[in-house]
């Protein structure tokens, strides 16, 4: 069993930052991968980046070159820097766990947080 808490959500202006946290408590195997997904009012939920514990990371087109993710292992927690926000990044922002062999980029991981909220005023 893997839990996961979120946090560092808010409310910010167009061009601001942000800075997510996801800490992960329980079985290291079933969160070798952690990652982001959000979803947007009326929207699919979508991912966002994830990374594997060895490094490899995977981002969104949206993402790419605005948002970075990172991981601390010794902590079990990954985090989601976000600049250059737009409103189209508003969102319910998801942190998502599991094992290497059960993680999908479609779906994400077995474990998912509570969410937070992220939103984008212009």
């Known amino acids: 069993q893997v839990r996961l808490a979120e946090s560092g959500g808010g409310s910010v202006q167009v061009g601001g930052s942000l800075r997510l946290s996801c800490a992960a408590s329980?079985?290291?195997?079933?969160?070798?991968?952690m990652g982001w997904y959000r979803q947007a009012p009326g929207k699919q939920r979508e991912l966002v980046a994830y990374?594997?514990?060895?490094?490899?990371?995977i981002y969104a087109d949206s993402a790419k070159g605005r948002f970075t993710i990172s991981k601390d292992n010794t902590k079990n927690t990954v985090y989601l820097q976000m600049n250059s926000l737009k409103p189209e990044d508003t969102a319910v922002y998801y942190c998502?766990?599991?094992?290497?062999?059960?993680?999908?980029?479609?779906?994400?991981?077995?474990?998912w947080g509570q969410g937070t909220q992220v939103a984008v005023s212009s």
């Open positions: 990374m594997h514990r060895v490094g490899l990371t």
């Open positions: 998502t766990a599991g094992s290497q062999t059960r993680f999908d980029e479609k779906t994400g991981g077995a474990y």
């Open positions: 329980g079985s290291m195997f079933s969160s070798n991968v």
